[in-house]
């Protein structure tokens, strides 16, 4: 499943990192997701925001939500529900800079959910 992560809001605060991405997103890939970051600010604030999370070989493409990803969007993890009521998937409470934030491992267990997958 091609899942795509919103940047600003849902993966980062400002520049502040959202814990437990690298993990999250290893445990996705292992489970046979391709996993994409995109952002209204461009393909470029994604891949800026891919360095800042390391998360640059678990992600398989940085795009703007302006234009139309070159893959299907099968699933998508968003703080903003407009996206995610368009293409399915995960809205995802804002990241306001807790270093104790757990919340991207419910995106983990949602899509368990979808798929049947570990």
Known sequence: MNVFFDVQGTLLDGGIPRPQAREVFIRLA????????????????????????????LILGCHSKLAPPPVTVDYTVDDSPCLVESYGGYTIAPFDGDPEDQELW?????????TGST
């Open 106 to 114: 419910r995106v983990v267990e949602a899509l368990k959910q979808v």
């Open 30 to 57: 292992a489970s046979g997701h391709d996993i994409y970051l995109w952002s209204s600010a461009g393909a470029g604030y994604a891949a800026s925001a891919a360095e800042l999370l390391v998360v640059q070989d």
